[in-house]
T-cell receptor
């Protein structure tokens, strides 16, 4: 019940296309869902996050869609650029527990 | 702020040697996390501290691993004795639970045990 399942493991998208990464969770107590972006040789960096009281959050070209009934959330990258090539992690946590449960990561490659 | 600072960036050591990894969290952050990242196992939480107190060390692989946080601005992760299977990138992250849940990660220490 503590798992967060992320797919796909890897993704290749043409420049200008839409990149979509999906995550699913089981624990309905989770109330915070962040996405992290990691470039080679760097630590993960918080990209965008959502709470279950909203169904969508947008920041620039990055959008999180959240489906509470399906226990799924996804990251959409619009107009994908080569600079978006990185590994993306979804995560979840519950209240004061605070410990993040991480997805396995998706390696995204944007082809010029 | 310089962010979370880890040292060294790279460490190559022989099996059986003691290894100490260091972390300086962001000033004012009250939570600190040690993670290990490998291709096979992804990101694994080893231990985390709140207000310098270890809260959960269930992720520490075995007794060879130990972590300390003697004050709010410094933490160490020690491996003694080191083994080749400990080779990984070790990340330290800090956060301020009072305001948001975002973690700030350091750039990591790439450990190679030969």
């Amino acid at each position: 019940q503590q798992q967060v399942k992320q797919s796909p493991q890897s993704l290749i998208v043409q420049k200008g296309g839409i990149s979509i990464i999906n995550c699913a969770y089981e624990n309905t107590a989770f109330d915070y869902f962040p996405w992290y972006q990691q470039f080679p040789g760097k630590g993960p960096a918080l990209l965008i996050a959502i709470r279950p009281d909203v169904s969508e959050k947008k920041e620039g070209r990055f959008t999180i869609s959240f489906n509470k009934s399906a226990k799924q959330f996804s990251l959409h990258i619009m107009d994908s650029q080569p600079g978006d090539s990185a590994t993306y992690f979804c995560a979840a946590s519950k209240g004061s527990n605070y410990q993040l449960i991480w997805g396995a990561g998706t390696k995204l490659i944007i082809k010029p | 702020d310089a962010g979370v600072i880890q040292s060294p960036r790279h460490e190559v050591t022989e099996m059986g040697q003691e290894v100490t990894l260091r972390c300086k969290p962001i000033s004012g952050h009250n939570s600190l996390f040690w993670y290990r990242q490998t291709m096979m196992r992804g990101l694994e939480l080893l231990i985390y501290f709140n207000n310098n107190v270890p809260i959960d060390d269930s992720g520490m692989p075995e007794d060879r691993f130990s972590a300390k946080m003697p004050n709010a601005s410094f933490s160490t992760l020690k491996i003694q004795p080191s083994e080749p299977r400990d080779s990984a990138v070790y990340f330290c992250a800090s956060s301020d639970r009072r305001f948001n849940y975002g973690y700030t990660f350091g750039s990591g220490t790439r450990l190679t045990v030969v």
